[in-house]
DNA sequence: ATTAGCACTCTATCTAAATGAGTGCTAATG
DNA sequence: CATTAGCACTCATTTAGATAGAGTGCTAAT
């Protein structure tokens, strides 16, 4: 369904009270407005307009005589249907492409060099959610006997995840035992993923008493001690100083103390970040969309990178929910397809 | 050299204005002095006192007609030589242990379980400089084959610290080479330190034309890889929550930003850290003293931990310059020690 | 439907005065 | 001679009132 005129130029008033507060951060008035309209209109009908888009909750008054300021609502409307997308500046582009590359090998170092660069890029606050063994498939497992009774677990996984575990031992184990069980491990779980093994391995367990038994309860023992410490996710951050410069911050102690409370305490963020990065392609969550009663004041927008088609981690910008959503959008996504295509890339080195 | 009746009593009225002041965030009055100092004194002789103080440079005006506030040298001073040395509550001791014992296998975690102990207990901000391989001995290294050109590189060190790196190899090397290799390795370099083993493979290089000249050429070339993304200290940050909670911060947004921006980037601050964990012992820097732009409103306490008498890293308290050093010093002190009972009792336990 | 004009509202800013905490000085005291 | 009561003085903070100005909503004209 096409826009009618009418609605055409009231999206376009909106995109410009949005993008004026976005930029100065104070109400936006209709003179102002009536300055930059094309085609030019009264600050008059221009107030008629903003009393309409009042009445759709795309906008609000701080006070009876002061200018609008868009809601959530007006950012997702804006978001949805109003901005255009931007590409990233090729200079940026270039920017990021070479605080990325220099080509050390690990895939942590790789990620954390993309957030300082995004924060750096959008002057906000950068969350990488990256990916660890767990969540991927068992390539290796390696046991390194340390002394008798213990064990260096090592565990490696498809795209180049690595994570290594002291083990204590209840019963001494051989030389010959580790390399012999670590043998058994890898012919019986290559290729299985890292979530479900312990599980798989009790099944096996309870099913057979034979020949077999001794390994998988010894494997069991081990690969439960090495996996229960081992995260399901590690979240980076960067560029939190940036983010409480903004004046949304700036000014108001308590804001900031719940924001930098809200990132020391990950556990919850990081549960509504799985959702959003499950799927490829960008998201973008608003004010109270992100549901975290710490977070209300920001947004974010996120975007999942990957092996070939698979979503491996994620990486996000959280600034406030007055950002500038074209650009951080634009740059979130490339930064997103540059790491992507540098672990794509990589992988096939292998 | 005693101190006479009069010193004595200038320091009481110098502790008690710390004291003050550090609970109140507010100049203090010679008034409230009065009303607190044993024996007892009227206001005015607290104020002779007082400007004798000021005079000494103990103490300052933020302006004529307010109270005194300590100045530097004061918390200098107070801390040298008029504080008295708290121990720890012991129900605080209790906590301490409890929130670091749960016996999980993993330096990392242990330190990171004592950081955010001790940044729960003083309610500011705590780093934790933990030991990486790099500043220890080689116990072992195990290289586990990936592919003919991939090899994944495990360092095992003393102290239970383990680091492993991807090395992408310029030509292939057999599986039966590498544990000739590792046998090599482990032979030749076991107990060296990590820190010169570059340095003295490259002399033996040179010295050698050897039949081990292709051994130590091709170890040199991996350790050089997996060594070059060792950090020789990690940094951990906890409870910058409760930092920019503190009034010192709270009102004034580029106090917090230049905080924030200090703890970014970390390099200078790791430099100045590493020259106070040095020495055992509870080091106190205050203000200037730390000698960053960035954190010059801030004082820091350190104590190093390690295992049995030699230290491995260090733990300290970072807040605001007017911060309580009697109970910081001592949770410091006691959490470093916690720190190294839990790692010498354990490395007992090899 | 648009717009010029205008009365109205409410915040932010400024000024002036009052408040009060705390000092330094002086003279009296044991 | 150290101590102290008394007092004038200073200066940040608070309070109140007046002013300015930005921006609105409404009305009447086009």
Known sequence: MPLSDFDQRR???????????V???????????????????????????MSELEAMGYVEQPHTSAGRVPTERGYRFYVDAVMDQRRLPSDQLQQLAVA????????????ERAGIA?????????????????????????????????????LI???????????????????????????????????????GLIDSLQRRLLAESDSFYYMVKRSLDILQHA?????????????????VAQPEFAGHPRRTHDLLRGLDTQAPLVERLRQDLAGR??????????????????????ASFGIGPAAIGGIGVLGPTRMDYPQVRATVEATARCVTELLTRWEQGW
Chains 1, 2 share one sequence.
């Open 281 to 302: 392609g960008v998201h973008v969550r608003i004010g109270h969309e992100i549901a975290l009663p710490h977070l209300e004041a920001c947004s974010y927008v996120t």
């Open 100 to 111: 990325i590359e220099p080509g050390e090998l690990d895939v942590a170092q790789l990620l």
């Open 157 to 195: 996984a498809n795209e180049e995840l690595i994570a290594s575990h002291v083990v204590e031992l209840e019963q001494p184990l051989s030389r010959e035992e580790a390399s012999a069980l670590a043998r058994f491990l890898n012919e019986e779980l290559g290729g299985q993923p890292f979530e």
């Open 23 to 49: 930029a100065t951060a104070a109400p936006v008035g209709s003179e102002f407005i009536a300055r930059k309209l094309r085609p030019a209109v009264s600050s008059a009908t221009i107030r008629n307009v």
């Open 118 to 154: 995004l924060a750096e890029l959008t002057q906000l606050g950068v969350f990488v959610v990256a990916p660890t063994v767990r969540h991927s498939k068992v390539r290796q497992i390696e046991l390194v006997p340390l002394s008798v009774r213990k064990l260096l677990c090592v």
């Open 227 to 243: 996996l229960s410490t081992e995260p399901s996710e590690r979240l980076l951050w960067e560029g939190t100083s940036y983010l």
């Open 11 to 21: 999206n376009n008033i909106l995109r410009l009270i949005v993008e004026a507060y």
